[in-house]
Nanobody, 121 residues
Framework: QVQLVESGGGLVQAGGSLRLSCAASGRIFSSNTMGWYRQAPGKQREFVAYITRGSNTNYADSVKGRFTISRDNAKNTVYLQMNSLKPEDTAVYYC???????????????WGQGTQVTVSS
């Protein structure tokens, strides 16, 4: 069953912005750290950002200062605001839930279906 649903991906020019959304079930949202990973063609899935139940955040070095993760507890939704997008940000972005880590995908217990982000130069 799909328990995390992403939306908001699309095509944007370099320097532009997108905001991704991840709607989670109440059970998952209330019990887990929520985060975002991405996977570009031919590359491993990599950590982007996470936010804990206490709203502590962490970001991959490659997106620090450009991306912001946030959560709306009333809507059981996590957001990823992506600014100053670069072509190297092009990837399928996946929402994840679990005991997330800043390296690798270990700890992720739930995954969304992914949403494509394409940044043109």
């Amino acid at each position: 069953q799909v328990q995390l649903v992403e939306s908001g991906g699309g095509l944007v020019q370099a320097g532009g912005s997108l905001r991704l959304s991840c709607a989670a079930s109440g059970r998952i949202f209330s019990s887990n750290t929520m985060g975002w990973y991405r996977q570009a063609p031919g590359k491993q899935r990599e950590f982007v950002a996470y936010i804990t139940r206490g709203s502590n955040t962490n970001y991959a070095d490659s997106v620090k200062g450009r991306f912001t993760i946030s959560r709306d507890n009333a809507k059981n939704t996590v957001y990823l605001q992506m600014n100053s997008l670069k072509p190297e940000d092009t990837a399928v972005y996946y929402c994840a839930a679990g005991g997330l880590r800043t390296s690798g995908i270990a700890g992720a217990q739930y995954w969304g279906q992914g949403t494509q982000v394409t940044v043109s130069s």
